[in-house]
């Protein structure tokens, strides 16, 4: 098996060894991001799980407008310019399957959902996450355990199949199930969230075993290393709910009983550090985040946007708040949906909301273009000390150390970077923790 998979399937012996460790994922195709999480990887030596999701990347582009192959060169172009070992990167696939052809016909979606994991296979993608569970046009709401896994099963074997013929041998390890809300954060104020029952976790491992024996495909459940569960955990635009491990107890002992299984946590975003670390000794020992870098992204560059009118006059600032806010309203498909209120609600929302709908704008040639004149503006004098104290006093206290340069990428980097470290320690092993 590749040494990349191995990584991953080491992880899941070791923590069923009761090593509590765990791994994180990346989900960002923010390149400040991506290069963050391979600088702190490649510092720690550390494997780096990097994921791309059904929205983002697909066969005609997604909304990044690239394609599999494509987010592949992109990353491992970022990672050979960084030298990063090609050893330690996995990329992975996240909610595989008919979730953006909803819209039509079972049939239809499903033909679509075929090539996507075809295209995630062929591209060299091998951690996949096998969803189903949304319903189609024609499709009762909700759909059966069945039905989800059978369509599960059924990608499964063209995953397997399209893996072989590229690369000579399967070496796919799985995820599956799919109890989250919506990718990005709930749309809706929490008050409250339903952890997934032992029940419904036993019934859908069981439904996916029945389906891949219906399909001859028994023999690839031991890399079927993860189901997805709700471990009651969430954000929504101005609050957090916070990892409660009491209520979870149940749930984190099911899993013991399954020698090659843990659970997969998405909408970790924002949890503390001490959460995190307890997510993975209950066995929730894969952390997806992905909000809570770009949000980390969006705070140094407001930081950075307000040293800079500090310095210059505001004629030669960059005004990137300022463009970044026309954009927002000049385009608003990607906020309108998820942002409520009267104006200054909805005004907040877009510049400082958790789901962080920002993330879908960075890419946008104009603010790109007051990206680049911000830093620019920042790097040819030295920034005053007292003004990173003002704006960023975490990366203040390693400038003053000697351990951080004071340049306006560094800076951004190193404060993305304070999220990544937080997953990262929550992920160590720690036996009999």
């Not at 924002?270 to 959460?275: I, M």
């Not at 708040?321 to 309203?329: D, K, P, S």
């Not at 304070?418 to 320690?425: A, V």
Request: some cysteine; proline content about 6%.
């Amino acid at each position: 098996m590749e040494r990349k998979v191995k990584h991953l399937t080491n992880m899941v012996e070791q923590h069923k060894r009761g090593d509590a460790n765990g791994i994180y994922a990346v989900c960002s195709a923010h390149p400040l991001v991506l290069e963050s999480a391979l600088r702190f990887a490649q510092q720690s030596q550390t494997p780096l799980l990097i994921e791309a999701t059904s929205n983002q990347v697909d066969q005609y582009g997604g909304y990044t407008g690239m394609t599999p192959a494509d987010f592949r060169g992109f990353v491992c172009q970022l990672a050979d310019q960084l030298n990063f070992p090609p050893s330690m990167l996995i990329l992975g696939g996240d909610h595989l399957g008919p979730n953006r052809w909803q819209k039509l016909p079972s049939a239809q979606a499903m033909a679509h959902a075929d090539d996507l994991i075809k295209s995630y296979v062929a591209a060299g993608f091998k951690k996949i996450h096998l969803d189903c569970s949304m319903s189609c046009a024609d499709d009762p709401i909700p759909l059966t355990d069945a039905i989800v896994a059978a369509r599960a099963a059924r990608l499964a074997k063209i995953a397997e199949e399209t893996c072989r013929e590229h690369f000579g041998e399967s070496d796919l390890v799985y995820v599956i199930g799919t109890e989250v809300p919506v990718p990005g954060g709930a749309h809706e104020t929490l008050t409250e969230l339903a952890v997934t029952t032992p029940k419904a976790a036993q019934e859908t491992l069981q439904a996916h075993q029945d389906a891949f024996a219906a399909l001859g495909l028994s023999d690839i459940w031991p890399r079927i290393i993860a189901l997805v569960v709700q471990p009651g955990v969430e954000f929504d635009h101005t609050h957090i709910i916070d990892y409660q491990p009491q209520k979870a107890i149940a749930l984190s002992k099911m899993v013991e009983a399954y020698d090659t299984l843990i659970y997969e946590a998405h909408s970790t975003d924002y949890q503390t550090p001490h959460a995190l670390r307890q997510l993975v000794v209950d066995h929730f020992a894969i952390l997806k985040v992905g909000p809570a870098l770009t949000f980390a992204l969006r705070e140094a560059l407001f930081s950075l946007a307000a040293v800079e009118e500090e310095l210059l006059p505001a004629k030669a600032c960059s005004g990137l708040r300022h463009v970044l806010e026309n954009v927002m309203l000049d385009r608003p498909e990607y906020w309108q949906s998820h942002y409520h209120g009267d104006g200054n609600a909805r005004r907040l929302a877009r510049g400082y909301s958790y789901s962080d709908r920002v993330r879908y704008y960075w890419p946008d040639k104009q603010i790109d273009s007051a990206f680049d004149s911000l830093v620019r503006n920042l790097a040819d004098d030295p920034i005053p000390l007292p003004l990173i104290s003002q704006y960023l006093p975490l990366q203040y206290a390693k400038v003053r150390e000697g351990t951080l340069k004071a340049t306006p990428r560094e800076l951004i980097i190193d404060h993305i970077q304070d999220i990544l470290r937080q997953y990262h320690d929550a992920c160590q092993r720690r036996h009999n923790a």
